[in-house]
């Protein structure tokens, strides 16, 4: 029998654009003759996202629409839509029509061609704003040292990953999950293929500096121990140069008559070492307040609705 694909669609506040993506992919997938079902992730959309891709999915067959409670992510609204899939293949592609749906069919064929668990797609010109760019090259350097992301693989959300992979992320149970990362991870074999990323026709992208520098945060703080051995390190380096100055004034102290009274030196030690221990103190609280919420949440989303034209659990592949 032939695979079936599911695709991933995270939605946030992509009404007026929304629905052409539904349509092309439909459009791109039926021509090939490829079984498949689409899942679409509303991800608290504040415009009328909801609207558009519950109406599509209550007249579009294997057209699932998902609502979340409110806004988690877009890994989250990924790791939602993973969970409602059946396919043996999974394809994640924005909602925008960026990443065009006749280029997903580049990913397939590269998976199957060279024998990958996952292939994500690589850029041929990006078109995305200055910051975005900076901020993708920022991720890829905390992914080559926390995942270890080759140094020849690009990453991107526009991926394919089999079956096996998108279980065990599923099962990951990490209340702040990262698809990349966890791709990264549990692939034994992740490829690249040359996609075309196009402009967004309708409006701007809704993937400010905000949500880079969020993004970062999460990297580091939920998938690495690198900036507490980095606090770690800034802190043994003061240490040695507070040791230093100390020996130095002591020295001065028997070699010379000092006028001063020393308040100057203490004032600013005592300032350098309480703003470093409150520094320290301050990123073992988010480390203890992550595992807190590791421990506690049973789920990192919450499902509202789910609306599909096909019977509770009669969902199949579509040709």
């Not at 349509?23 to 558009?52: I, P, Y």
């Not at 995942?147 to 991107?156: H, N, R």
């Not at 807190?292 to 096909?310: F, G, I, K, M």
């Amino acid at each position: 029998m032939e695979p079936l694909y599911s695709l991933v669609i995270p939605v946030f506040n992509s009404g007026r654009i929304v629905g052409d993506t539904i349509d092309r992919v439909v459009e791109v997938f039926t021509a090939a003759g490829l079984r498949f079902e689409l899942v679409l992730v509303n991800d608290g959309s504040s415009d009328d996202s909801w609207q558009v891709i519950s109406s599509r999915a209550r007249t579009t067959p294997h057209v699932l629409a998902i609502n979340l409670l409110k806004n988690y992510g877009q890994h989250h609204a990924n790791l939602a839509g993973f969970r409602a899939t059946t396919g043996d293949w999974v394809i994640t592609l924005d909602d925008d029509l960026q990443n065009p749906p006749e280029e997903a069919l580049k990913l397939i064929q590269a998976a199957q061609d060279g024998g990958h668990d996952v292939v994500f797609g690589q850029f041929e010109t990006k078109q995305a704003a200055g910051y975005r760019r900076l901020g993708s090259k920022m991720i890829n350097l905390i992914n080559r040292r926390v995942f270890g992301q080759p140094t020849d693989l690009a990453v991107s959300n526009f991926r394919i990953l089999h079956r096996d992979v998108v279980d065990r992320i599923c099962n990951d149970n990490n209340a702040y999950p990262y698809v990349t990362g966890q791709a990264l991870i549990y692939s034994n074999d992740p490829g690249n293929v040359l996609v075309r990323h196009d402009p967004r026709p309708v409006g701007s992208s809704n993937y400010s500096l905000l949500r880079i520098v969020r993004l970062l945060l999460t990297i580091l703080f939920s998938y690495s121990l690198f900036p507490l051995r980095l606090a770690a390190g800034v802190g043994f380096a003061v240490s040695a140069l507070a040791f230093l100055l100390g020996g130095g004034y002591l020295v001065r102290g028997f070699i010379t008559d000092s006028r001063a009274p020393g308040w100057t030196s203490l004032v600013v030690l005592l300032a350098v070492f309480n703003g470093f221990l409150i520094a320290l103190v301050s990123m073992l609280g988010e480390y203890v307040l992550r595992t807190l919420n590791a421990v506690t949440t049973q789920r990192p989303y919450h499902v509202v609705e789910r609306v599909s034209v096909d019977e509770a659990g009669g969902r199949g592949g579509h040709r």
